[in-house]
C-alpha cells in the first residue's frame, strides 16, 4: 500500500493512477468474506470451504477487521489462497484488518505476502 500510496502523491491532477481505479472497481465488484473473529485452528474447515468458493469469483475482498484471535494455521491457508488465486489470474483486496491480523502477519513476515494494507496509528 505504501507503494500506490507513492504513487498516487505523485500523478498530478487525479490523484490516481488508472490501474488504481480500476483495482478499485474490480474491488468494489467482488464478493466480500468476512474472515471470522476466533480464525484459529478450530475455524479452518469452514475458513478454507469458504476461501474455495471464494477462487470461483476471480476478485475477492477479505475483511479481516473482525479478527480478534489467529495462528499460523490461518495465515497459512491465507498465504496458499493468495498463491492459488494469483495462479488463476485473480485478485485480492482488502476492506480492512485488525489489528491482530497485521501484528500476526508482521511477526511472521506475511505482511507483503498477503498484501495487507498498511497499519495505520491509533
Request: with cysteine; proline share 2%; charged share 20%.
Amino acid at each position: 500500500m505504501a507503494g500506490k500510496r507513492a504513487r498516487q502523491q505523485g500523478t498530478g491532477e487525479s490523484g490516481m493512477e488508472e490501474s488504481d481505479a480500476a483495482s478499485a472497481d474490480v474491488a468494489a465488484a467482488a464478493p466480500l468474506l468476512l474472515l471470522p473473529a476466533d480464525c484459529r485452528m478450530a475455524a479452518q474447515a469452514a475458513l478454507k470451504e469458504d476461501l474455495l468458493g471464494a477462487l470461483k469469483a476471480g476478485a475477492i475482498v477479505l475483511d479481516g477487521t473482525q479478527v480478534e484471535r489467529v495462528d499460523t494455521a490461518a495465515l497459512q491457508l491465507l498465504v496458499l489462497f493468495r498463491r492459488e488465486l494469483d495462479r488463476q489470474g485473480g485478485t485480492l483486496h482488502w476492506h480492512g484488518t485488525s489489528h491482530a491480523l497485521n501484528e500476526a502477519a508482521g511477526l511472521l513476515g506475511l505482511a507483503q505476502l498477503l498484501n495487507l494494507p498498511a497499519s495505520t496509528l491509533a
